[in-house]
Each structure stands twice: as C-alpha cells, then as structure tokens.
C-alpha cells in the first residue's frame, strides 16, 4: 500500500510538473505571438543590407560623427543604431565560417544555407530556393530592388534569381528582366551582352519587356507611380558600373537616399510592397582597406534608411523596416597597435578621395609622365590624404610620416611601377606582398593603411570575416528579431510577421 501511495504522489509530481510547463509554453506562444504582430501585420516592408557591414563598420561612423576630445568622448547615433529592437545573426553559409555574397544574401531571401557563390538554390546546388520577393509578388504586392553596385551582383540577384554560380551575370540580367518585379534602380547591369559580346542586350530586353529604362538625372527625375515598371540607372557610374562612392559623389548628383525616395513614390499601393536596398560598396571598400571611403558609405546608407523611416512615421501600424549586414569584411577593428588605447578619427577629415579616385588620379599622372617621380606623388598623397613626409617642421604634427612609414611608402610606389603581370606573379609568390597590398595599387592601399593607423584603425583582411551582424528593426513587429539567431530565421520571421506560411 506504500508503494502504491509513493507511485500516485510521484506520478501527481509529474502530471503536475507537465501541466506547469504546458501552461508555461502556451504562454510563451502566446506571448511570441503576440510580440510578431504588435497588433497589426505590416504591409510595407523595407530590407536594408549594408554589404559587408558588421557591428564595427556602423560604429566606426557612430565614433567618426561623435566627440574625441578626451574628458568628453562620445559616440553620435544613426537612424538605424537608434532602432528600438536589435538582434545578432550568425553568418556561416554550407561551406565557410567566412562566407561570401551570394550565400549569405540567399540564406536572408531564401532561409537556406547554400555554397559560397551560389545564389538562391538548395545546398545541392540544384534546386531553386523560393525567396521573399516571389512570396510577396504571389501576394500582390509590388516588389523593388535597389543596389548602390550592379543589379546583377550577387546581394540583388538573390531577390530574384537563381543560378548555381554568381558569375553567371548574363543569365542573372535575363532573370531580372523576366521578373515583372516593378522597381530596379541604382547601378548599371555588369555585362549586359555576355562576355563575348555575342548576345542580345539586357537593356533592350528589358524594354522589351515593358520596363522604363531611365539613364539621366532628367528621366529619372520625371518617373512617377504611372510609369509602369522601371530600371533606373544612376547618370554617373564608377567602377565596374557602379554608382560612385559617396566621398566622390558630385554634390547635386542622384544618391541612394533618391533612388530609395523615387521607390517608395512608384511602389506604394494599398496592396503594399516590399524593398530590398543594398548599400553594396560599404564591402568594397572594406576589401581595400579603405576606413574613411567606408563611414562616408554608412552614413549615405543611413541617409536612405532615414527616407523610410520618414514614411514609416505616416505608416507606423503597417510598415516595417529591417537593417543589417550579410557579413563582415575586412576584419575592422577600433584600436591598432600603434596607437594603444587612443583614436584619432578627426584625421580622417583630411581624406578628400576613394582610393578608386586615387587610383585614377595616379594612373593619369603615369601616362602624361612616365618619369613620375615619388616626390610628385608625395605632393598628391598630402594633397588627397593630409599625409606630410617626415622633417623638422612636422615633428609634432600627427599627419607627419616616421621615417619607417615614408620608406614603406616609397617602396610601394616602387611596387607599383611594376607591369601587371610582375605585380600578380609577386602576389602569388610572396605572402608579404600580399599582406602589404591585398592587390590593390600598392601606393594607394599604403596611403589609406597609414592614415587609418594615426586614426586609430586596423585591419586583419582584405576577404569577408565570420563575424557575427547587427539586425535592427524598427515598425510594425519589429520585436520578433530581437535576441540572438542565424541569418536564414530573418527569413522565416519576415514571413512569419507578413502572415505568410513558407
């Protein structure tokens, strides 16, 4: 009979435990269900990726804008870093801890890990993997896509295409132009006849298809929500077909803050819509190292994030806005060696070009003089750059060169008068030349290393990192990306917050 007594007291204990948790877990449900919708289902949803862009690339803009002066240091907010929800995605794709564009991208559109290089397809590198854009478009909404690179790179296309290697950029550009998605907008599309030059022109298929191809300030400028679906270029490309880095923006010319206004012009309905925009050269100029060329693009990407939060304001219970990064790169870092436990990033200031500009500015300067010597391109490095060579007269200024930093620049330019060819060869031959240059023009990459390190800033790389991003949300159930997840849930929880079943 006492062991009769001792079994139903044990199996109350139990019945009693499970019932707690039973109600502790309908709880929770209900509780996350509640936190999704916040009262109501967003009908305008904006995604923003800084390509590249981890915590310390948003906080080395926050520092830039803040106050150095010691006894008063501070950091100055962004719109998106004053976002009330942030959460934290781990990035790894199905084959690197470092992953590339493409993966990540997919795994945001598509909720998938996939293979460095692929683009919305399943690990097998086979099967397509439905992304946001297609669920929204089946839902009737409009669909846009900006991208301050080409359209065809890997972080758009992941919006709308699928292929089983990004470098399939002809195949991508028919994609985008068969995609009846309503708004593309910002760079050039890379390779628009193939690399052969032997096929029919994305442009002229694309107007074919009944878009509105705008290629000037004045048509773009002109575009309205009648204008049916639109490609609008940027008037002013850069490198590779890309829009210009902010830093080299002439003033007056369209930034990305006016392709995302134009956007939200053309795209709003009752229906709703959703936005990708891409700030794609805050990585670009990461890879190169170049610390001054990448704030000026984090504060350009904020000033588009601005215009949405602006709409979201006269739609607060119908809007929502997510901001992140697909990875970091360059290894950025606050604090280098050289300078210990201080910053200097006012110095930073005396920067007036992208090592893109620069780079171009020598190579003009190489091909009227042959004979260039390094002392004129000392004049145009401290002309550019703020960098003075070492003497007497500059012992105390902290733009001033050692002795040390002067020789490493003179043996880059040494570098750099090498052909093509020589310069290649050296990189795959010798670690430390890759070390020292990463394959950029190795006067302008020594500039940007040396100012970055009187500022205050280092670098471990030239390729992505396996950092950890910031996810900030801000609108209507913007609570569910809050805490610490992978990337493939911000997928899942935009769907989740839409309504929709994947």
């Given at each position: 009979?006492?062991?009769l007594?001792?079994?139903?007291?044990?199996?109350?204990i139990?019945?009693?435990?499970?019932?707690?948790?039973?109600?502790?877990?309908?709880?929770?449900?209900a509780?996350?269900?509640?936190?999704?919708?916040?009262?109501?289902?967003?009908?305008?949803v904006?995604?923003?990726?800084?390509?590249?862009?981890?915590?310390?690339?948003?906080?080395?803009?926050?520092v830039?804008?803040?106050?150095?002066?010691?006894?008063?240091?501070?950091?100055?907010?962004?719109s998106?870093?004053?976002?009330?929800?942030?959460?934290?995605?781990?990035?790894?794709?199905?084959?690197?801890?470092?992953?590339?564009?493409a993966?990540t991208?997919?795994?945001?559109?598509?909720?998938?890990?996939?293979?460095?290089?692929?683009?919305?397809?399943?690990?097998?590198?086979?099967?397509?993997?439905?992304?946001?854009?297609?669920?929204?478009?089946?839902?009737?909404?409009k669909?846009?896509?900006?991208?301050?690179?080409?359209?065809?790179?890997?972080t758009?296309?992941?919006?709308?295409?699928?292929?089983?290697?990004r470098g399939?950029?002809?195949?991508?550009?028919?994609?985008?132009?068969?995609?009846?998605?309503d708004?593309?907008a910002?760079?050039?599309?890379?390779?628009?006849?193939?690399?052969?030059?032997?096929?029919?022109?994305i442009?002229?298929?694309l107007?074919?298809?009944?878009?509105?191809?705008?290629?000037?300030?004045e048509?773009?400028?002109?575009?309205?929500?009648?204008?049916?679906?639109?490609?609008?270029?940027?008037?002013i490309?850069?490198?590779?077909?890309?829009?210009?880095?902010?830093?080299?923006?002439?003033?007056?010319?369209l930034?990305?803050?006016?392709?995302?206004?134009?956007?939200?012009?053309?795209?709003?309905?009752?229906?709703?819509?959703?936005?990708?925009?891409e700030?794609?050269?805050?990585?670009w100029a990461c890879?190169a190292?170049?610390a001054?060329?990448?704030?000026?693009?984090?504060?350009?990407f904020?000033?588009?994030?601005?215009?949405?939060?602006e709409?979201?304001?006269?739609?607060?219970?119908?809007?929502?806005?997510?901001?992140?990064?697909?990875?970091?790169t360059?290894?950025?870092?606050?604090g280098?060696?050289?300078?210990?436990?201080?910053?200097?990033?006012?110095?930073?200031?005396?920067?007036?070009?992208?090592?893109?500009?620069?780079?171009?500015?020598?190579?003009?300067?190489?091909?009227a003089?042959p004979?260039?010597?390094?002392?004129?391109?000392?004049?145009?490095?401290?002309?550019?750059?703020?960098?003075?060579?070492?003497s007497?007269?500059?012992?105390?200024?902290p733009l001033?060169?050692?002795?040390?930093?002067?020789?490493?620049?003179?043996?880059?330019f040494?570098?750099?008068?090498?052909?093509?060819e020589?310069?290649?060869?050296?990189?795959?031959?010798?670690?430390?030349i890759?070390?020292l240059?990463?394959?950029?023009?190795?006067?302008s990459?020594?500039?940007?290393?040396?100012?970055?390190?009187k500022?205050?800033?280092g670098?471990?790389?030239?390729?992505?990192?396996?950092?950890?991003?910031?996810?900030?949300?801000y609108?209507?159930g913007?609570?569910?990306?809050?805490g610490?997840?992978?990337?493939?849930?911000?997928?899942?929880?935009?769907?989740?917050?839409?309504?929709?079943?994947?």
């Open positions: 009979m006492n062991v007594k001792k079994l139903s007291k044990t199996l109350l139990l019945i009693s435990i499970a019932l707690l948790f039973s109600c502790k877990n309908e709880n929770e449900t509780k996350a269900g509640n936190r999704s919708v916040s009262g109501a289902k967003p009908k305008y904006f995604m923003f990726i800084g390509d590249g862009m981890s915590h310390v690339q948003a906080n080395v803009a926050r830039f804008l803040g106050n150095n002066t010691k006894g008063e240091v501070e950091i100055s907010e962004l998106f870093t004053s976002f009330p929800v942030n959460g934290i995605a781990t990035t790894q794709d199905s084959t690197s801890f470092c992953p590339d564009s993966s991208a997919t795994s945001f559109s598509c909720g998938v890990k996939t293979h460095s290089g692929v683009i919305g397809k399943l690990v097998d590198k086979t099967k397509d993997a439905k992304n946001l854009s297609e669920y929204f478009k089946e839902q009737g909404w669909v846009g896509i900006v991208s301050t690179v080409t359209l065809n790179h890997a758009p296309a992941a919006y709308y295409a699928h292929v089983a290697n399939e950029y002809y195949n991508i550009g028919l994609q985008l132009a068969n995609s009846g998605f708004y593309f910002g760079g050039a599309i890379y390779s628009p006849t193939d690399k052969n030059k032997d096929k029919k022109d442009y002229d298929i107007r074919e298809k009944g878009y509105t191809v705008t290629k000037t300030q048509e773009f400028n002109a575009l309205t929500k009648n204008s049916g679906k639109i490609y609008a270029e940027s008037p490309l850069q490198d590779s077909g890309s829009m210009p880095y902010a830093i080299d923006t002439p003033e007056g010319s930034r990305l803050a006016d392709f995302v206004k134009k956007g939200i012009e053309v795209l709003e309905n009752d229906k709703g819509f959703f936005f990708m925009v700030s794609g050269k805050i990585d890879h190292n170049d001054m060329t990448v704030i000026q693009e984090v504060l350009d904020d000033e588009s994030i601005n215009i949405a939060v709409f979201a304001k006269k739609h607060p219970k119908e809007t929502l806005i997510i901001v992140t990064g697909d990875h970091e360059g290894g950025l870092t606050i280098q060696a050289t300078t210990g436990y201080d910053t200097a990033f006012q110095l930073l200031e005396n920067q007036k070009m992208s090592f893109v500009e620069f780079d171009n500015k020598l190579s003009a300067l190489r091909k003089n004979n260039l010597t390094f002392e004129q391109v000392m004049q145009e490095i401290t002309a550019n750059f703020g960098l003075l060579p070492p007497a007269n500059t012992k105390d200024n001033a060169l050692t002795q040390s930093e002067y020789k490493k620049l003179q043996t880059a040494a570098e750099s008068k090498l052909s093509a020589e310069q290649k060869k050296r990189l795959s031959e010798d670690a430390d890759y070390r240059y990463g394959g950029y023009d190795p006067v990459v020594s500039v940007t290393h040396n100012l970055n390190n500022a205050g800033i670098w471990t790389s030239y390729s992505h990192t396996g950092t950890p991003v910031a996810v900030h949300a609108g209507a913007a609570e569910i990306f809050g610490s997840y992978d990337n493939t849930d911000v997928f899942f929880k935009t769907l989740e917050i839409t309504g929709i079943t994947p």
